[in-house]
């Protein structure tokens, strides 16, 4: 079993930063790719950003590029998400997933794992 839990959600003002970390515990070996998503109020789940195991290919969608950094240090099996610049729009529930084969990135349905979520809240 994989066990992942989220931190560092929180409020914070319009323009301010946070930082999400996702930390794995449990049988984290080869989990090939670790994303992010969230849900935003009224809305379905959807796709933030994600990283591959080597941290050479990353994705993100197009609302969060130049906004937001993914990244993972699988030497403590911890998967981070920088969100710089952030908007009232962002406010959500974020997630992190994992999953130990590759697949559609893009899509909670290829992910395995997931944590139970933090909240983000951004405030005008």
């Known amino acids: 079993q994989v066990q992942l839990v989220e931190s560092g959600g929180g409020l914070v003002q319009a323009g301010g930063s946070l930082r999400l970390s996702c930390a794995a515990s449990g049988r984290t070996f080869r989990l090939y790719t670790v994303g992010w998503f969230r849900q935003l109020p009224g809305k379905e789940r959807e796709f933030v950003a994600a990283?591959?195991?080597?941290?050479?290919?990353?994705y993100y969608r197009d609302s969060v590029k130049g906004r937001f950094t993914i990244s993972r240090n699988n030497a403590i099996n911890t998967g981070y998400l920088q969100m710089n610049s952030l908007k009232p729009e962002d406010t959500a529930v974020y997630y992190c997933?994992?999953?130990?084969?590759?697949?559609?990135?893009?899509?909670?349905?290829?992910?395995?794992?997931w944590g139970q979520g933090t909240q983000v809240t951004v405030s005008s």
């Open positions: 990283i591959t195991w080597g941290g050479g290919n990353t």
């Open positions: 997933a994992a999953v130990s084969r590759p697949g559609p990135y893009s899509d909670f349905r290829s992910y395995d794992y």
